[in-house]
């Protein structure tokens, strides 16, 4: 396992670490690869965001959509479970986006909200949001994006996709403007004001991979750093030497630097193995978690794995 690191810091998750592995081949509402996920640490709720499949008609459609269709779309679906991975319910958020990113903010009140890409614009690639969206989780509900409950943090971006964090209450905006990637980060409080006049960051996005052409797959904002995923897929028929080209990397939000990244073997038996989705989960030792999807197509499946702390 390769790995640059350039600091050190009390908060900052060690990326060079061993991973250990948590949720194992976990099965979502849809036969879909997961895309992203976060965690109500609170609640002790677990929320992970999928492209939806094919051949289903939700009310107020006038036909089922093909899968090809779903992604044209941006139509997803949202689940929510339990830490041991039990499926509690799901909601559709169609023309939403393609889930990189999403979010999870507990209010004073105690309310639980959801964060994620919205007002997806329609692609052959896939839908990617020209905004964000908060809302609450209710069970089975179809919510349809419109540019009313969008809000947009960054006007005339797209590819807008969101990371909370609880510990120091902020929210992380990735976006493309100008053809370039960048982060901007804001004070919580007043993104769900809907104030995006004064973010506490704005940097370009350093290379979350060696190999800038690999896809980028997940990040996760959690106190003064900013983690990302990035990598391809392989499956048992074409494993790649060393198994696999996966990385995860550390920016400092301060100076937008990156200051750590290491290729990770995390999950590497899976029969097939797409990294997909990166998250903090908030425990006594906060760790950093890792989606893989795995299985056939049809029939694809989940596993988390994290590094914690020390």
């Avoid at 893989?292 to 914690?308: D, H, N």
Wanted: proline fraction near 5%; glycine fraction near 10%.
């Amino acid at each position: 396992m390769t790995s640059i690191s350039a600091s050190t810091s009390d908060e900052r998750i060690n990326l060079a670490v061993p991973s250990k592995r948590w949720h194992w081949k976990k099965q979502l509402r849809h036969t879909t690869v997961l895309q992203s996920f976060a965690f109500d640490d609170s609640r002790k709720r677990l929320y992970v965001v999928q492209v939806m499949q094919g051949g289903i008609k939700l009310p107020g459609e006038s036909r089922a959509y093909s899968g090809t269709e779903r992604r044209q779309r941006g139509d997803m679906c949202l689940n929510q479970l339990d830490l041991s991975g039990t499926r509690l319910g799901h909601m559709y958020l169609l023309g939403h986006g393609h889930g990189v990113g999403m979010g999870v903010e507990r209010d004073a009140a105690g309310a639980t909200w959801i964060w994620t890409e919205s007002d997806g614009r329609v692609a052959e690639s896939g839908a990617f949001g020209r905004g964000i969206a908060r809302f609450r989780f209710v069970d089975r509900k179809v919510r349809r994006s419109s540019a009313e409950s969008t809000r947009y943090p960054v006007p005339g971006s797209t590819a807008n996709q969101p990371s909370v964090d609880m510990s120091r209450k902020r929210i992380a905006v990735r976006h493309r403007i100008g053809g370039k990637v960048r982060y901007r980060v804001f004070s919580l409080s007043h993104a769900v004001a809907g104030n995006f006049s004064k973010p506490l960051h704005d940097f370009a996005q350093p290379a979350a991979h060696p190999d800038a052409d690999v896809d980028f797959q997940g990040f996760a904002l959690h106190g003064n750093y900013l983690y990302q995923l990035a990598g391809e897929p392989y499956g048992t028929t074409n494993p790649p030497s060393g198994h696999g080209n996966t990385y995860v990397s550390c920016i400092d939000i301060r100076t937008g630097s990156l200051v750590q990244r290491s290729r990770t073997e995390a999950g590497y038996s899976l029969d097939y193995r797409e990294p997909e989705g990166l998250a903090v989960r908030r425990t006594s030792k906060p760790q950093l978690c890792m989606g893989f999807a795995s299985g056939e197509p049809g029939a694809r499946r989940y596993s988390i794995y994290y590094k914690q702390h020390a």
